[in-house]
């Protein structure tokens, strides 16, 4: 089955850039898709196809996908960006598809 | 206003079963493909299952022959059926619109599978 791999924590000074990194075999073939989730919340989707921002979601919040590593990147890090983040795909793979998330990465703003 | 709200979690014995619910409003359910995730106590996300709008239907290997994914027309309403229930089940459920990506969520609801 395919597997995707996050660090499980990632900290950042507000103001600087955060990278969150999400990898996965030739993962450069997927559309990868990343979600924001604050304690006690459903997930909100906050990047989608790599690189697009549903409409509400700030332009701070970017994407890239390339080879085996797909990265989240947050610009001018603020205090309300601290959350948990999870990278997903479709995988099909095997005999049927299957939806796949990363294990997270907690965001911490210092 | 697009929104799903879940409904149907509790407190079930290991070996029983729960169905969930999960009521669309602003959109069709049976015109979209819809997915159950799930999310441990402090644990990530994890997919359960997803229901095509053609009807086919798929499941994580943890949770097929067990659980059950479906959907009323008429109510607009999505559901998982959960039948031999164990501890490991015990998550807090979500019902999501998917397209690929999943852009609209519910607020979830909580299963603890404990005697």
């Known amino acids: 089955s395919y597997v995707l791999t996050q660090p499980p924590s990632v900290s950042v000074a507000p103001g600087q850039t955060a990278r969150i990194t999400c990898g996965g075999n030739n993962i450069g073939s997927k559309s990868v898709h990343w979600y924001q989730q604050k304690p006690g919340q459903a997930p909100v989707l906050v990047v989608y196809d790599d690189s697009d921002r549903p409409s509400g979601i700030p332009e701070r919040f970017s994407g890239s996908n390339s080879g085996n590593t797909a990265t989240l990147t947050i610009s001018r890090v603020e205090a309300g960006d601290e959350a948990d983040y999870y990278c997903?795909?479709?995988?099909?793979?095997?005999?049927?598809?299957?939806?796949?998330f990363g294990g997270g990465t907690k965001l911490t703003v210092l | 206003e697009v929104q799903l709200v879940e409904s149907g979690g509790g407190l079930v014995q290991p070996g029983g079963s729960l169905r969930l619910s999960c009521a669309a409003s602003?959109?069709?359910?049976?015109?979209?493909?819809m997915s159950w995730v799930r999310q441990a106590p402090g644990k990530g996300l994890e997919w359960v299952s997803v229901?095509?709008?053609?009807?086919?239907?798929y499941y994580a290997d943890s949770v097929k022959g067990r659980f059950t994914i479906s959907r009323d027309n008429s109510k607009n309403t999505l559901y998982l059926q959960m039948n031999s229930l164990r501890a490991e089940d015990t998550a807090v459920y979500y019902c999501?619109?998917?397209?690929?990506?999943?852009?609209?969520w519910g607020k979830g609801t909580t299963v603890t599978v404990s005697s």
């Open positions: 229901i095509y709008s053609g009807g086919s239907t």
């Open positions: 999501a619109r998917d397209r690929d990506y999943m852009d609209v």
């Open positions: 602003g959109f069709t359910v049976s015109s979209n493909y």
């Open positions: 997903q795909v479709w995988d099909s793979s095997s005999d049927h598809p299957y939806v796949v």
